[in-house]
Every structure is written in C-alpha cells, then in structure tokens.
C-alpha cells in the first residue's frame, strides 16, 4: 500500500496517533528504569496501567467521574447559553461592543481561580462554587469568538439577504447565525478547555468533588501511579466532551 493511500484512510490518522502515544510511554518508561528521569516524580507506566484497576475498584472512581463531568456539563452549558447571547448582545450594539470587548479580552487572561475563597463565602464549600468559577472562566472566549464570527459574515450575503427583504430576526437566523456558526464552536471548546480546567483544579483546592478531589487524595498519600491514572480519567472527561461539541456541531450544520 503507497503511502498516499494509507493517509486517505479514515482509520490512518488515529492509528497513528495512538501508534505515537504508545511509543512515547515505551520512551518514558525506559527513561526512568535507566534513571535519567526521576521515577519519585515520574512514575513508570507500567506501574500507571497497573493502578487503572486499584483506583477503579477502590477509589470509587464511577461516582467521581460523573460529578466532574456533571460540574463541567454545567458550566459548559451555562457559558454556551450566556457567552452566545452576550456576543449576539455586543454584536447588535456597536457602541456596548467598543466600550467592553476590551475589558472582556482582559477578563480571559485573570486567573478567576485565586477568587476562589470568595466564591466559598458566596456559594459554600460545594458543587455551585465550581460551577460558577468554571462558568466564569470559560465565559470570554465564547463571547469573543461569537462576537467574532458575527463581525466576519460577509458583506455580499447580508446584501443579498436585505434584498429578499429579511427581516433582522430573518436576517440573524437564516444568515449571520450559520455563517459565524463554526467560529462559535471554536470558541466553545475553547471555554470547555478554560472550564474543565477549573472544575479540577478548583476540586483539587477545595478537597471537594470529583476527579480533582483524587487528585488530592492520591497526591497526599504520595500514591504517583494513582495521581497519573486520575490524570488519565481527566483527560477522558475533556475527549468526551470534544467529541460531544463535534458532533452537536455537524448536527447544526446539517439542519442549518
């Protein structure tokens, strides 16, 4: 098989990925049994894929996971709901947009996680605070990129579309909306990345929750192959959720 046919196959780019994947933990592994990486701050992988079963069986591993995909559901749709419709919001009132896109790009580069005692004030020690702190800090790239994808319809298609006499309701759903609609999507991952970031890390500070809060327990114990197969239920979380935005996506764009 040439090599051009190979890479058109559609099972070509994940074997591949997982082909890397699987020679960079075989690296790491015989780079810390030869001692050139720190085993007490890297374990080995072998001793990782053995503890996948300890932490499953004994750590109560199930419940964990859905309450941290639980908060990250949460908070991703909540900034999905309000990042849209603020971005809708700027978009329709130019002057609103010049006075706060500004504070808004500011507000996405604040680390909203060092306010989380003041959310512990405000919500108490539970699944609200990380919530609300996830919510928070997802929230500007969706209403940035919304903003974006509005502002980069084209100039001819809203020409068109006033020349079927739309009207602006008309005009936003059947033009602007499915034009800026990958852009929004971009910018909803991107939230969801900001978002699951701080539902763990904000668990992992609290000692409260999910994923995050295991984290914390196994770091404790200074249970290393715990804490890397934690890690790897983290980062089974965020696949989901990208595969869940990808296809709401297609979906969109098939009935839009």
Not at 59 to 82: H, N, Y
Not at 102 to 116: E, H, I, K, Q, R
Request: hydrophobic share 55%; proline share 5%.
């Amino acid at each position: 098989m040439s090599t051009a046919a190979f890479t058109e196959r559609r099972w070509a780019p994940p074997l591949v990925g997982f082909g890397s994947a699987v020679l960079a933990l075989v690296a790491v592994e015989i780079l810390v049994r030869v001692g050139l990486i720190n085993r007490f701050i890297v374990p080995l992988p072998s001793e990782v894929a053995e503890s996948f079963a300890r932490v499953i069986t004994e750590e109560d591993i199930l419940r964990r996971f859905l309450q941290t995909g639980w908060e990250c559901l949460a908070s991703g749709l909540l900034l999905t709901v309000f990042g849209v419709l603020i971005g809708v919001f700027m978009h329709r009132l130019p002057l609103f947009r010049r006075a706060c896109e500004t504070w808004v790009a500011a507000f996405a580069s604040a680390p909203l996680v060092l306010a989380y005692p003041l959310f512990l004030v405000l919500f108490g020690r539970s699944a609200l605070t990380i919530i609300m702190l996830a919510f928070l800090s997802g929230l500007p790239p969706v209403i940035l990129k919304t903003l974006e994808g509005l502002l980069a319809t084209r100039r001819v298609l809203l020409n068109v579309g006033r020349s079927f006499k739309l009207t602006p309701t008309q005009q936003f759903w059947k033009i602007l909306f499915p034009s800026a609609l990958p852009t929004i999507f971009v910018g909803i991952r991107l939230g969801l990345i900001f978002a699951l970031i701080n539902v763990v890390g904000v668990e992992f500070l609290i000692n409260f929750g999910g994923l995050g809060h295991l984290i914390n327990e196994l770091a404790e114990r200074y249970d290393l192959p715990g804490v890397y197969a934690a890690i790897c239920f983290v980062i089974l979380v965020s696949v989901i959720f990208f595969m869940v935005t990808e296809r709401a996506e297609r979906w969109l764009k098939s009935v839009g």
